[in-house]
Structure formats: structure tokens, C-alpha cells
């Protein structure tokens, strides 16, 4: 076989920037950005969603491929029995780079047709540094702007636990703020506000403190119109709250392209140009 015929596969790791351009032009295709501080519960949710479509249909749809299944199952391997750890956890995300997890779904009345949903999995000190830092934050806006969904997870522990709370809630309100100022939030944002490990909150019956969250949002971005989800993607009460609770209604409107007056799409050309993770990604209109 020739040099020029060689066949490039993935590795099944995570996907750097570089080779997440060739799936986002190369179908269609949600990039899904994930942020939250640490321990809010993105990485295991990332985990959690891989695992239900190992199990079964989920959410109405059927899993119809993926180039990152070894990164997936890096994220799953310390709720494994084969780890050796008596409970189920989740490793961190270490590295200070952008990443990303392809997972491809399809209707199950429609399984011919897919949609590619490229996940981000940032480390969540680097949001901390964007709700710190006016710079930070207009360096990560078009990264912001290019995304299909804005993810934003608030770790529902931390916010019915008095000592946390009012930090929790001024945190994850200022890194909206901060992001709307800079011009990576807008009206045409499609924005997903997820309380997670929701099993605590309802143990503990301080759905109140949901409640505050919200109103609190809604004073601080009066012009974005989010959505508000409760999920536990690992439940530690299974009984009352079960695993992958409101993960369902969260991918079904992943799976929905935003109405956006101009869909904005990826392309490769720049990508190298700045050493900043989140400016490598540039933008051109694309038709339906």
C-alpha cells in the first residue's frame, strides 16, 4: 500500500482541538461546552451519560458510535469493581488544555440518522480563573459564542450546605456575569443551568436553596432566557433518587440545534496561530 493510501484512525483517547475539526465539519454535529468549578460533578456526568448507552436506549435515543471510548471509559474507571475501590468516583480533570468526547445517537424510531455531540471536559480551575479575570473571560467568548449548548453545572452539595452555599451561588452568578459582559453569552445563547448531585439536595429537602439559585440568575442575566435542570448523574441515595436522574431531558435538548440567526461552525484554518486553549477555535457562517 502506498504512503498516500494509508488509513488514519483515531485512538480512542479524547480528542484534542485539532481533530475535533474534522467530526464538526464532517457531520452533524452539537458542541456541547461544560463548565463548572471543581467537583461540580462535570466529569462524572460525562462518565454517566457513556454509561447509560452501554446499558440501553436512553432518552429516546440509541448510541450509534463514538472516537473517544477510551477517554469515556477513563472517566468511568473508578466506579468499576475492576478499579478496586469500595466506592464509585470519578477522576478529575488534570490537564489545563481543551478536550473533548464524540458520542454519536440516533432516534431509535430514526436510527439512520445522527447527530455528533462533541463534549468539552475543561478543568474547573480554568473557570475560576475566568470569573477572576476580565482577560480570561473575553479570551474564552468565542469559544462561548461557537458553542451549540452552555453548560453551566452548580454542585447542588455545596449549595444546601450553609458554610457553601452563598459562595456556591455568588460563583457560579459572577462566571455568568463575567462571560455576558464579554461577549461570549447572549440572548441567542442556548444556556443549561444544571444543579447537580441532586440526591443531596433532596435528602437534605432543601429544594429552597434551588429556588434562591435561580431567582438570583435571573436577576444577574435578565436578558438570557436558561434552562433550569435538577440532575443526579450518580446518585448516592439510589433508592429515593436513581442514577442518570434528568439526564434524559438534558441530552434531548442537546440534540435539538438552538435557533440561532447565524449557526456558527468550526474550521481549522488558525488553529495554531494563538497558544491560548479556548482561541483556537475560529468561525464562519454555515447553512442548514
Known amino acids: 500500500m502506498a504512503p498516500e493510501d494509508d488509513i488514519s484512525l483515531y485512538e480512542g483517547a479524547v480528542l484534542p ?9 464532517a457531520y452533524p454535529s452539537r458542541v456541547v461546552l461544560m463548565m463548572g468549578e471543581k467537583d461540580a460533578g462535570k466529569t462524572t456526568l460525562l462518565a ?6 452501554l446499558r440501553a436506549p436512553f432518552a429516546g435515543f440509541i448510541f450509534a458510535g463514538s472516537k473517544t471510548l477510551i477517554g469515556f471509559e477513563e472517566r468511568c474507571f473508578l ?15 488534570k490537564y489545563a488544555d481543551i478536550r473533548l468526547l464524540h458520542i454519536a ?4 424510531a430514526a436510527p439512520e440518522t445522527r447527530t455528533h455531540l462533541l463534549l468539552t471536559d475543561v478543568s474547573g480551575e480554568r473557570f ?21 449548548h452552555v453548560v453551566l453545572l452548580v454542585d447542588g452539595d455545596r449549595l444546601t450546605v450553609a458554610k457553601t452555599q452563598m459562595s456556591t451561588e455568588t460563583n457560579a452568578c459572577l462566571l455568568l456575569r463575567c462571560l455576558l459582559e464579554a461577549g461570549g453569552l447572549s440572548v441567542s445563547s442556548s444556556l443549561d443551568i444544571v444543579i447537580s ?4 439536595v433532596a435528602t437534605r429537602t432543601a429544594s429552597d ?3 434562591r439559585l435561580e431567582t438570583a440568575m435571573r436577576r444577574v442575566i435578565p436578558t438570557l432566557r436558561p434552562r433550569f435542570h435538577h440532575v443526579a448523574a450518580r446518585s448516592e441515595n439510589p433508592v429515593t433518587i436513581p442514577h442518570g436522574f434528568g439526564m434524559d ?9 438552538p435557533d440561532r440567526s447565524a449557526h456558527v461552525h468550526a474550521v481549522e484554518s488558525s488553529a495554531h496561530e494563538s497558544s491560548r486553549w479556548y482561541q483556537r477555535y475560529q468561525f464562519r457562517s454555515r447553512v442548514s
Open 48 to 53: 454517566e451519560i457513556h454509561d447509560a448507552y
Open 197 to 200: 448531585k441532586w440526591d443531596f
Open 209 to 211: 436553596s434551588a429556588v
Open 128 to 148: 475560576k480563573e475566568i470569573r477572576t479575570s476580565v482577560e480570561e473571560a473575553r479570551e474564552l467568548s468565542p469559544l462561548v459564542r461557537r458553542a451549540d
Open 17 to 25: 482541538l485539532e481533530e475535533s475539526y474534522e467530526v464538526a465539519n
Open 249 to 257: 431531558t438534558l441530552i434531548q435538548g442537546w440534540m435539538v440545534r
Open 79 to 93: 466506579s468499576r469493581i475492576k478499579s478496586g475501590q469500595t466506592k464509585e468516583d470519578t477522576e478529575r480533570t
Open 105 to 108: 445517537l440516533a432516534e431509535e
